[in-house]
């Protein structure tokens, strides 16, 4: 357990050293809810789009997406901070040290999604001073959500990093598919706005699924798509499987 707990205090201290990321992470999603929610929140200000957004404002609807969205896109960091390892020699350190390497990996992506979510959290802190039907009672259950995902992410994020060995590489994968997989999410318009070969997309999207549960818990059950049982149960699966592959891709791993 000493390497698991090492791991999850690691990451947290790397990250709080990075001031940069720190300042990024929180810009990035206010650019979102700021001049995407509140431009859009004014053409969407009518009795017929509140009907088709659940009965609630745009930015109501909108926030919730952006906090799913800023932990989704965080958590593919763990997969870029890995492939530094490599390069600067930690991993290395790791592999040939005296303790189980599935819990040295399982405690890293644990200690990534701490992070992840703390940033999810000052996003939502954001979120309640623009969005004014957010529910105070949904903060804890929509991070515990965001806890899932950003653990199912990162999982999958450390062993696609973990057969790569470019940033320049892993990163364009990422931006390939970060972008379209947050647009079939839900998280921008409601999935039933979609054409049906987009339906079919966004119901194999484990963002879909984050984005249903945390708007159910913050806005209301009224605008869920699926059911708080179908969400935690496909995040749930999903978060054992991609475990399961980043604790066998690092136990297979060798020092190069």
């Not at 592999?95 to 939502?124: E, F, K, N, Y």
């Amino acid at each position: 357990m000493a390497a698991f707990v090492t791991m999850i205090y690691r990451q947290f201290m790397r990250f709080l050293r990075s001031r940069s990321r720190v300042i990024g992470m929180i810009i990035n999603p206010l650019i979102w809810i700021i001049f995407f929610g509140l431009g859009w929140s004014k053409v969407f200000d009518n009795p017929w789009a509140k009907m088709m957004f659940g009965g609630v404002d745009y930015l109501t609807y909108l926030a919730p997406g952006i906090f799913a969205m800023t932990v989704f896109n965080m958590s593919f960091i763990s997969g870029v901070s890995l492939i530094w390892d490599k390069q600067f020699g930690f991993f290395k350190e790791v592999l040939v040290a005296p303790s189980s390497r599935r819990l040295s990996i399982t405690g890293r992506i644990v200690g990534d999604a701490i992070v992840t979510v703390l940033q999810g959290l000052i996003i939502l802190v954001f979120n309640y001073f623009l969005a004014e039907s957010l529910k105070i009672s949904g903060l804890l259950p929509a991070l515990a959500v965001g806890f899932l995902m950003s653990v199912t992410i990162a999982s999958f994020g450390i062993a696609l990093a973990l057969k790569m060995e470019s940033t320049e590489g892993f990163q364009m994968i990422m931006m390939t598919l970060m972008m379209p997989l947050v647009f079939l999410s839900g998280a921008m318009y409601p999935i039933d706005s979609m054409p049906n070969w987009m339906k079919a997309l966004a119901y194999i999207n484990p963002l879909t699924y984050a984005v249903d549960a945390s708007r159910g818990y913050l806005v209301g059950e009224k605008v869920m798509k699926f059911s708080f049982g179908l969400d935690w149960g496909i995040l749930s699966i999903l978060m054992l499987v991609g475990l399961i592959l980043a604790m066998e891709s690092f136990e297979r791993a060798r020092i190069s």
